[in-house]
């Protein structure tokens, strides 16, 4: 309780928080606010600018540039929360791995972390995307991937700096068992720069995705995808500007919404903050 | 007296790789020989200057630190092979338990003061149903000197001396038989360590405990303990109960910490602390471990013999025990 009441009297938080709802609501509600669908092309209405009945204006075939954004809040949603749940799970797992039992575990690990890290995110999708095909699904594998030794770097260096506590010793005293002791003691006192990289890692994700889409290998070019849309505008930018301006916007206030929230989580999860 | 704790011929070797290109093993031998025995209810005082493995020995026996040679034995059996068995291992963890320097350190800085408590009691099992574990609580609390309101509070919440209270409650809410208290009140100031102190004694006595009790202050093992062990660089020197220790100092060892305790007599003796103190230019020397008497650089009697000889642990005719090559 303490916790949400600190987060609600940073402002920035709160900023960040509504940025991240307004993206959520669309991704949930996308079907009731949009009146046209994205994939059919009215080439008789190229290039609208902004107002009347395309709000976004259309572009290049005819494609509402609004429900462009608005289902592209869906497929970002779905890659933050694919990419947190698998290259956040597994680069949690390793990280705890390595930092508590150490030796050879954490040497082969953490070299494993070491040559995954010797690649750019961006190049390891193009890997990726070479090995399986273009598509959504192997962006997502390989922005996977690329956040797993983030997450493990971090979450072995607080396991380390944590399991030297006084409290972890207590508690072998105790007669507690190590895997409750890691799960009770040492995670929930690491939790704050995990949610911090999570946030980071969410943005960069919706970043290195978006850029997959403008090299042209990411998602299929009929499904709504902001990067793709970027990457589409570029062509008329000089002439017709709105085609680049919603899908920029969309991934700037998305990805500034989840480093607002991360930071003001961060804080707040800071128990001798009260 | 029933003997509870049986230290024998403890050693611990901590060992650190260094260089870089050749790399080499470097041994800190902490705790060389540590002999000693703990009877039921009584308090054991260990002495000795920082760095001498006070609590090198007492994290030994709650098992945090495993001992490179020698046994522990509680209530006569090894600790070492009960720790196989993950019954037999959580027996001897509910008997033998800790109470930390660093109370706010030893605490988790999430959990509140009662969910420290409950944390224990879940590990062994005790008093499952939530009434009577909530009377279970109220109890621990009062005993270890917190109120009721104080359940609900995070360590950094508490003052010092509130900390160690909580340190002692989650130590006796187990009911063990033996709390090894590593130096539990020197970060504490004066006026609470007497608190700690007295409160200590009052639950000795309530629990019928067993105190090791590790301090560098001799004022205060002088309080509380029965019979005292002096270590030095990892020996332990001499051992006597606590009126002759302190009427009688055998060891030159001994004799030097008790002068050097600040005294309001001012008939104490100028000139023997000044000796002291042109001694003290020579520091303990841990290369002096297992070649010599550990003490003889800073020994004023130390002759040939002290130089050459590793001194052995002599029983003399009163039953005192010294370990100098004098006696």
């Known amino acids: 309780m303490k916790t949400l009441r600190k987060l609600f009297s940073n402002k920035l938080a709160v900023l960040g928080g509504i940025f991240i709802l307004l993206f959520l609501l669309c991704a949930i509600f996308a079907p009731w606010i949009t009146t046209y669908d994205y994939s059919v092309q009215d080439l008789m209405n190229t290039k609208v ?80 995307v070479s090995i399986l095909g273009s598509g959504l699904k192997s962006a997502i594998i390989a922005v996977s991937l690329a956040q797993v030794p983030r997450f493990a770097l ?48 969410f943005g960069q994700s919706l970043l290195i995705v978006s850029g997959l889409g403008f090299l042209g290998v990411g998602a299929d070019p009929l499904s709504a995808e902001w990067g793709a849309m970027l990457s589409d505008a570029r062509t008329y930018l000089m002439t017709v500007p709105h085609l680049a301006v919603y899908p920029g916007l969309a991934i700037a206030i998305t990805v500034l919404g989840f480093n ?13 903050n009260y | 007296m029933k003997e509870i704790l049986r230290v024998e011929h403890l050693k611990k070797y ?21 002999s000693f025995h703990i009877g039921e209810g009584e308090t054991l005082g260990l002495v000795g200057e920082s760095g001498c493995g006070k609590s090198t020995t007492g994290r030994m026996i709650v098992s945090l630190l495993r001992p490179t040679d020698g046994a522990i034995y509680y209530q006569g059996q090894d600790i070492s092979l ?72 995070y360590p950094h919440e508490f003052s010092g001396g509130q900390r160690q209270r909580i340190g002692i409650a989650r130590a006796i809410c187990l009911q063990p038989k033996l709390i090894i208290c590593d130096e539990p009140v020197s970060a504490l100031d004066v006026s609470v360590q007497a608190q700690i102190i007295n409160n200590l004694e009052r639950i000795q006595n309530l629990y019928g405990l067993s105190y090791l009790f590790i301090s560098h202050d001799l004022s205060v093992v002088k309080h509380i303990s029965d019979r005292i062990v002096v270590m030095y660089l990892g020996y332990i020197v001499e051992e006597a109960g606590k009126k002759e220790l302190f009427e009688q100092p055998l ?15 001012p008939d104490v003796d100028k000139t023997q602390k000044l000796t002291i103190a042109s001694n ?32 052995k642990m002599k029983e003399l005719e009163d039953g005192r025990k010294v370990r100098c090559h004098l006696y």
Not at chain 2, 251 to 265: E, G, K, V
């Open chain 1, 49 to 128: 600018p902004p107002g009347g009945d395309h709000i976004f204006g259309t572009d290049a075939l005819g494609r509402d540039v609004f429900s462009g954004v608005v289902y592209g809040a869906r497929t970002s949603l779905l890659i933050g929360f694919c990419v947190l749940v698998l290259g956040g799970g597994i680069g949690i797992l390793i990280g705890i791995l390595a930092g508590y039992f150490g030796g050879w575990v954490e040497t082969v690990l953490m070299r494993i972390m070491d040559s995954l890290m010797a690649f750019p995110a961006i190049l390891l999708a193009l890997i990726f």
């Open chain 1, 154 to 201: 971090i979450v072995r260096s607080s396991v380390i700096q944590i399991k030297s506590n006084e409290y972890v010793a207590a508690a072998e005293v105790l007669g507690q068992s190590q895997f409750k002791i890691l799960f009770l003691h040492i995670l929930p006192n690491g939790i704050a720069p995990i949610i911090i990289q999570a946030s980071l890692s």
């Open chain 1, 260 to 272: 607002l929230l991360g930071d003001g989580l961060r804080d707040a999860l800071d128990i001798k």
């Open chain 2, 14 to 34: 901590f060992e650190k790789e260094v260089g870089f290109l050749r790399k080499k093993k470097k041994v800190y031998k902490a705790v060389n020989d540590v």
């Open chain 2, 82 to 153: 009960s720790m196989r068995n993950k019954d037999s291992r959580l027996e001897i963890k509910r008997n033998i338990q800790m109470i930390f320097q660093d109370a706010y350190a030893s605490l988790d800085p999430r959990r509140t003061a009662e969910e420290a408590i409950f944390e224990a009691l879940d590990i062994h099992k005790m008093c499952l149903d939530p009434q009577e574990r909530e009377a279970y609580v109220n109890k621990i609390f009062s005993d270890s000197g917190l109120s009721m309101e104080q359940r609900k509070r």
């Open chain 2, 251 to 265: 060891h030159p060892y001994t004799q030097m910490l008790i002068r050097a305790t600040p005294s309001l007599d």
């Open chain 2, 280 to 311: 003290e230019k020579n520091s303990i020397d841990t290369s002096l471990i297992d070649v010599c008497c550990p003490f003889a650089n800073r020994c004023p009697k130390a002759g040939e013999k002290c130089w050459s000889e590793v001194p």
